[in-house]
């Protein structure tokens, strides 16, 4: 469908019966983000706001609630989209088969971006906006639908935009409201580059975040996309609709079909703290000093809708925009990195912290025996490559079979247990960046990361109950099985690194007496609740791979270094204890909880809902 806007779809979607209307009165402090999050979990509808208290406006969220539903938002374009970025990776099929690919051609010329003369919004503040706070902790309000747009100084004008989403603190901390707002990115994006090349010409950086508008908008500021595809021109394909843009009176782009443009411009030598923020690793991002956003103006179109989602551990809204995502550009990463087959990037362990891939292995031929050696290449070459340089944890293993995915995980993870040889297999890179979400490591945006290389034949059979030697230790207990050939045990609160070294001696010293007993052990995790560890391949997942960090936290059962490489002759551990620096897990507040079964309640407007 070519929506116009934001509520041709939410139209269309409750034509259709994907979306419900809230009619009671709803807080945006706290209530609307509990709403929004046990609609999600039941898998629920898309959800219209009428009546937010303390705004005029309206509000939407869970559009993008299930992969289902965003396929049926963008049904008409799907194909030609998938098709268009299958030619940008292999232009000679347009070549070669030219009537074929006629249409590709066509729908590329409608989705140029068109520039009109005028715009017609009302203006107003930001303390008219619903200033949603989504969980307890959180610093203030946020915009956590926002579509950021700035332009290349060097180059400027809409072809060498950049169209991206992060977030924006609207309201709380130092901040002075309707003046001032904080804009948090991380240097490598698209608009980190903008701001480098504006301060070389000592400039202002302008920005605008324009809020709501047709679907493909959103989804626009949050593809990867390849060199040289703009989002604004992405938008148009995948919305079947040209995007239309103006500029206002001070020189800030206006997206005219947006619901909201908040413009401004950045001074990058002024910060503020922003922050907390409830995170999409399931923790909040703590207060770090970030860019400060000058306010210019305020534009809200006639009855426009605010949208929003809202952030947490993993599964959310979030998820199915990275499923999409994958719909649309599966092949893409294959094409960009020489063989490699599969790259997946495991939602449930926070996206950026824990990758699987297969490759091929194509040099052991010419060794005396299977095992990694180019998987080790790839592996350099997926860790310098995009958004995949964040990730801190890389599994990576060869199939001759081709039968193995990365989507069944842990069928995967078993695969690589069998074979892993952890004395050889183990690559760890240390003090480098990790994602500026992650605080495993000791400090902003610094930590480390491992590669965990697999090829070759099954070196053990995997146990599916807890060995005996686990479950009689002195420091050590309640050990669990969270996958065969992985156990959890519990131990004492986490103090500081130097403790835990001596911790993790006294471990090895009583294992590495029983070490023939673990040999269908491969790993071994350390941590606060071993119940909930093991409890299920979601909560392994979130906990072992969001709270270690490789170079301080993985020990090992015989463990030595030899020629500056670090292995271990018994199963690798992982020490997962929540850290002094780290930051808080996120809970919901039991009386909002509370406060929102109105709704769910006989007679609310979500009865029979979650």
Same mark, same amino acid.
């Given at each position: ?300 179109? +006639? ?145 480390? +990361? ?137 809970? +919901? ?22």
């Amino acid at each position: 469908m070519a929506y116009s806007s934001l509520e041709a779809c939410l139209v269309d979607l409750e034509k259709n019966g994907h979306l419900v209307r809230i009619k009671e009165e709803v807080d945006p402090h706290l209530e609307m983000a509990a709403i929004h999050l046990r609609v999600y979990d039941a898998k629920g509808p898309a959800l219209l706001f009428e009546n937010v208290k303390g705004s005029k406006y309206r509000a939407a969220s869970n559009i993008f609630g299930t992969l289902d539903r965003s396929k049926f938002i963008f049904r008409d374009t799907l194909q030609l989209v998938q098709k268009i970025i299958e030619l940008k990776g292999d232009p000679m099929k347009a070549i070669k088969r030219p009537l074929q690919n006629i249409s590709t051609g066509l729908a590329a010329l409608k989705a140029l971006p068109k520039k009109q003369s005028s715009f017609s919004f009302d203006q107003i503040q930001v303390s008219d906006l619903p200033l949603i706070k989504h969980w307890p902790m959180d610093g203030g309000a946020f915009v956590t639908l926002p579509q950021v747009y700035t332009e290349d100084a060097d180059k400027p004008g809409i072809m060498q935009s950049n169209l991206g989403m992060y977030r924006i603190q609207l309201s709380g901390n130092d901040y002075e409201l309707n003046k001032e707002i904080g804009l948090h990115y991380q240097i490598h994006r698209g608009i980190g580059v903008h701001q480098t090349k504006a301060n070389r010409k000592g400039q202002a950086l302008k920005v605008s975040c324009f809020v709501g508008g047709p679907p493909s908008h959103s989804l626009s500021a949050v593809m990867p996309l390849p060199e040289g595809i703009s989002e604004m021109t992405f938008a148009g394909l995948l919305g079947g609709r040209r995007f239309r843009y103006a500029y206002d009176a001070l020189g800030n782009a206006i997206s005219t079909d947006a619901d909201f443009v908040i413009t401004g411009e950045v001074d990058p030598y002024q910060t503020k703290p922003e922050g907390p923020f409830g995170d999409h690793l399931g923790y909040y991002s703590l207060t770090h000093p970030f860019p400060l956003m000058k306010v210019h103006n305020v534009y809200a179109k +006639k009855n426009a809708i605010w949208a929003f989602t809202v952030v947490g551990r993993p599964p959310q809204e979030d998820t199915s925009f990275g499923e999409l995502i994958h719909e649309l550009t599966g092949n893409a990463i294959p094409q960009e990195i020489p063989g490699v087959k599969e790259v997946h990037a495991v939602d449930a362990a926070g996206v950026h912290p824990l990758l699987l891939a297969i490759g091929s292995e194509r040099y052991t031929p010419y060794m005396p025996a299977k095992q990694p050696a180019e998987l080790l290449t790839i592996a350099n070459h997926v860790l310098g490559t995009g958004q995949l340089s964040l990730a801190k944890f890389l599994f990576i293993t060869a199939d001759d079979t081709n039968q193995l995915t990365t989507h069944n995980i842990q069928q995967y993870l078993e695969y690589i247990f069998e074979r892993i040889d952890l004395s050889r297999d183990l690559h760890f890179h240390t003090n480098t960046t990790i994602d500026t979400l992650d605080y495993s490591g000791t400090g902003l945006n610094s930590g480390s +990361k491992l590669v965990l290389a697999a090829y070759g034949d099954k070196k053990r059979e995997l146990c599916r109950e807890v060995p005996q030697a686990l479950k009689e230790l002195q420091e050590f207990e309640n050990a669990q099985l969270c996958m065969p050939g992985v156990v959890a045990l519990q131990t004492k609160k986490f103090t500081t690194y130097t403790e835990a070294a001596k911790e993790m001696e006294r471990l090895n010293g009583e294992l590495s007496m029983v070490n023939g007993e673990l040999n269908t052990v491969a790993q071994i995790i350390i941590c606060d609740d071993a119940s909930f560890t093991a409890a299920t391949l979601k909560n392994y997942l979130w906990v072992t791979y969001t709270r270690c960090n490789p170079s301080h936290d993985v020990y090992g059962i015989d463990s030595f270094v030899q020629h500056k490489h670090w292995g271990c002759n018994g199963p690798v551990v992982f020490d997962v204890r929540i850290k002094p620096h780290h930051a808080p897990a996120l809970e +919901k507040d039991a009386a909002v909880e509370k406060r929102v079964d109105r709704l769910f309640a006989k007679g609310g407007s979500l009865e029979g809902v979650g």
